[in-house]
């Protein structure tokens, strides 16, 4: 009943309101305490629950499982009742109903779901990846469709529509993208390019006098202190390089005469 009219007031809801109006149907809310309205339905449905559901056999085919409900309901549409006075039997009274025929396509209710733009500029929705405008990543944006189209719309938060896709099946896995945001993406990447000669030479940087503290700090530290080891002095280095480059073969015959 909650999703029909709200239950302290008895109003009908508004939801449901466009519903009853889609498929021109009046609405009788159930007075309060008067189970016997709403329990015939309920008894109806606990019937047919307990007589044939519990007597399924396991591996039943749906052919057969159909056959049985048909049987139950004729069983059931022969019940006895009385109205007016008059002896009448429930297939009868159901024949009487002034019912509307089920409608041919279900009430056009909107589905929405939020969704984040990915780095390719797509948004995921039912198993399968929609295209939007470039400049969006990282943006919640929201996947809207109607139930019964084959159309999905996506629109911002402030409610406009940025992309109008077709629908792919259900967990195609498959990426729709529009003509107008490839040819935009494709723009934004090769705007993203430079001409300019790339930089061929590093940088030297000396060291900052921050490091040059933390280094001195690590040097006053005692010979038995393993932080030493990691210190470099670049005075060793400078020592290294300044040394005169022997011939090889003459290293070689200072090995043999020691």
């Known amino acids: 009943m909650a999703t029909v009219c709200h239950p302290p007031t ?7 309101a466009a519903v009853a109006k889609c498929y021109g149907a009046g609405i009788d809310i159930c007075p309060p305490r008067r189970g016997n309205r709403k329990g015939v339905v309920e008894k109806a449905n606990h019937s047919a ?10 591996g039943i085919s749906i052919e057969a499982g159909q056959n049985g ?25 159901a024949e009487a109903e ?18 984040v733009v990915s780095p390719q500029a797509l948004v995921s929705f039912a198993g399968n990846h929609y295209s939007v405008p470039p400049g969006l990543t990282g943006a919640h944006v929201t996947v809207r469709t109607r139930l019964g189209e084959a159309d999905l719309h ?20 498959q990426t729709i993208r529009d003509a107008g945001h490839v040819i935009a993406l494709e723009r934004a990447v090769l705007a993203s ?27 006053g530290r005692p010979e038995t202190d393993v932080a030493n080891r990691v210190v470099i002095d670049l005075a060793h280095y ?21």
Do not use: N, Y
């Open 10 to 16: 008895g109003r009908i809801l508004p939801a449901f």
């Open 49 to 58: 629950a307990q007589r044939w559901w519990r007597t399924v056999p396991d």
């Open 69 to 93: 409900v048909d049987k139950l309901a004729v069983q059931m549409d022969s019940r006895k009742r009385k109205l007016d006075g008059a002896s009448t039997t429930v297939a009868a009274l």
């Open 98 to 115: 002034p019912l509307l025929e089920l409608p041919t396509r279900p009430f056009p209710a909107e589905l929405e779901q939020t969704r």
């Open 154 to 173: 996506v629109v911002t938060a402030s409610r406009a529509v940025i992309a109008h896709h077709r629908r792919a099946p259900d967990g195609a896995g």
């Open 193 to 219: 390019f430079s001409d300019k000669a790339p930089c061929r030479t590093k940088v030297r940087r000396p060291p900052s006098a921050a490091a040059q503290t933390e280094a001195e700090k690590l040097r």
């Open 238 to 258: 400078a020592d290294v390089a300044d040394r005169p480059r022997q011939d090889p073969t003459h290293e070689d015959q200072e090995r043999e005469s020691e």
